[in-house]
């Protein structure tokens, strides 16, 4: 077990391209979730899955983002069209159920 | 608007002393909370939780408080120790919620040997 794995750590991008993250999640654990987290703020939900369905969608999470789990294991998150409004860190948890989050260590986004 | 607070964004402690985290939350539908501690470059590591329906919880040096009247929790670390210093999440979720949290800001903690 070797916990929760995000990639890439750091990405410096140009306002208006497209970046994509991965995370993977503790093997047994059905649910995973992203947060997103700004200079001086906790954590905001944006979204989680339940093996492949998605299951909420935060408001936060406008129609540049989109996130899948396509077979239950891995998930991405993509931003299209990223503004400087975007850059924070992105963190992702998976769960067995209810409460038992683990957390990766989270890929902070620059839109410069 | 913030349903989970905290209000004071740095707490300094020396080494030995109580540290008290305080929390305040909005929402009486909340059922479950937790704190999370988190070093620089990390993800948020949890620390200890508690029930809506319990007032106390204790593990180790960790104790949470809750008093669901004034909708406040409270986090006590006796005796503080340099490695706590860390920036401290408290985390509500409603029931049946898909274990969804809402975060406060954040208190940063520094413990001075």
């Known amino acids: 077990d070797t916990g929760v794995s995000q990639d890439p750590r750091h990405k410096i991008t140009k306002r208006g391209q497209n970046v994509t993250f991965r995370c993977d999640p503790i093997?047994?654990?059905?649910?995973l979730y992203w947060y997103r987290q700004t200079l001086g703020q906790g954590p905001e939900f944006l979204t989680y899955f339940q093996n492949e369905a998605q299951l909420e969608k935060s408001r936060l999470l406008s129609d540049r983002f989109s996130a899948e789990r396509p077979k239950g294991s891995f998930s991405t998150l993509e931003i299209q069209r990223t503004e400087q409004g975007d850059s924070a860190m992105y963190l992702c948890a998976s769960s067995p159920r209810d409460y038992g989050y683990t957390f990766g260590s989270g890929t902070r986004l620059t839109v410069v | 608007d913030q349903q989970v607070k905290q209000n004071s964004p740095s707490l300094s402690v020396q080494e030995g002393r109580i540290s008290i985290l305080n929390c305040d939350y909005t929402n009486s539908m909340f059922d479950y909370f937790l704190w999370y501690k988190k070093y620089p470059a990390e993800g948020p590591t949890f620390l200890i939780s508690?029930?809506?329906?319990?007032d106390k919880n204790e593990d180790g040096r960790f104790t949470v408080f809750l008093n669901k009247s004034a909708k406040h929790l409270s986090l006590h670390i006796v005796p503080s120790q340099p490695g706590d210093s860390a920036v401290y999440f408290c985390a509500a979720s409603l029931y049946n919620q898909g274990g969804k949290l809402i975060f406060g800001q954040g208190t940063e903690l520094s413990v001075k040997p």
């Open positions: 093997s047994e654990h059905n649910r």
């Open positions: 508690i029930s809506s329906i319990k």
